[in-house]
């Protein structure tokens, strides 16, 4: 079965640290794009960060940048995104995905986990 989990979501404070991962069963994450999402209530799902399938090639939206750092686990089949400096406008429930591409739109992508919350508040 083609599946995805996510993990590693919770509750810090601001300025703290979370680190989620996305592991795949059924499949092979190296071969494809693979991207993380995040949706908070009353807003469209967003693209947050990706990287690609072919060279590695990272992604991430502006309020992110040097904040998030993507990266994959071959061992693990698990792609991680490392999330420091956490902000409230964090706040969301954040899902991973394998796709094709481009790397923020959403119907790019055809296989999803279920999601996990990420909370940040003091």
């Known amino acids: 079965q083609v599946q995805l989990v996510e993990s590693g979501g919770g509750s810090v404070q601001p300025g703290g640290s979370l680190r989620l991962s996305c592991t795949g069963s059924?499949?092979?994450?190296?071969?494809?794009?693979i991207g993380w999402f995040r949706q908070a209530p009353g807003k469209e799902r967003e693209g947050v960060s990706a990287?690609?399938?072919?060279?590695?090639?990272?992604f991430y939206i502006d309020s992110v940048k040097g904040r998030f750092t993507i990266s994959r686990d071959y061992a693990k089949n698990t792609v991680n995104l490392q999330m420091n400096s956490l902000k409230p406008d964090d706040t969301a429930v954040y899902y991973c995905a394998a796709g094709s591409g481009p790397p923020f739109v959403v119907g790019a992508y055809h296989v999803w986990g279920r999601g996990t919350q990420v909370t940040v508040s003091s």
């Open positions: 059924g499949f092979i994450l190296d071969d494809y794009l």
């Open positions: 990287i690609s399938g072919s060279d590695d090639s990272t």
